[in-house]
Nanobody, 128 residues
Framework: QLRLVESGGGLVQPGGSLRLSCAAS????????MGWFRQAPGKEREGVSC????????SYADSVEGRFTISRDNAKNTVYLQMNSLKPEDTAVYYC?????????????????????WGKGILVTVSS
């Protein structure tokens, strides 16, 4: 079965940190660009951060630049999102996605369409 599974979400206080993981099963991530997207209540899903298949190129939304870091370990078939200095407005369901249909990671993060695989999502709540 081909799937992506997110983990590491939960409740954290403002200013705290979390690390999300996205593990692939049934296929290898080596040839896919990967992205983290999020959907807050009442809002559309948006791109948070994307990384190229080699890890050499990354993209971040302005709202998370300098606070979040995306990385990948192809040997472990896993992608990570380190989230620091979390704010209440970061509260959302976070999804990971895989695609080899985009020429740049910026293009991948700018849309919800064209992904080959989506995870089911994991809730991150930032609240005191």
């Amino acid at each position: 079965q081909l799937r992506l599974v997110e983990s590491g979400g939960g409740l954290v206080q403002p200013g705290g940190s979390l690390r999300l993981s996205c593990a692939a099963s049934g296929f290898t991530l080596d040839y896919y660009a990967m992205g983290w997207f999020r959907q807050a209540p009442g809002k559309e899903r948006e791109g948070v951060s994307c990384i190229s298949s080699s890890g050499g190129s990354t993209s971040y939304a302005d709202s998370v630049e300098g606070r979040f870091t995306i990385s990948r370990d192809n040997a472990k078939n896993t992608v990570y999102l380190q989230m620091n200095s979390l704010k209440p407005e970061d509260t959302a369901v976070y999804y990971c996605a895989a695609s080899n249909d985009f020429t740049t990671v910026q293009a991948m993060c700018a849309t919800n369409y064209g992904m080959d695989y989506w995870g089911k999502g994991i809730l991150v709540t930032v609240s005191s």
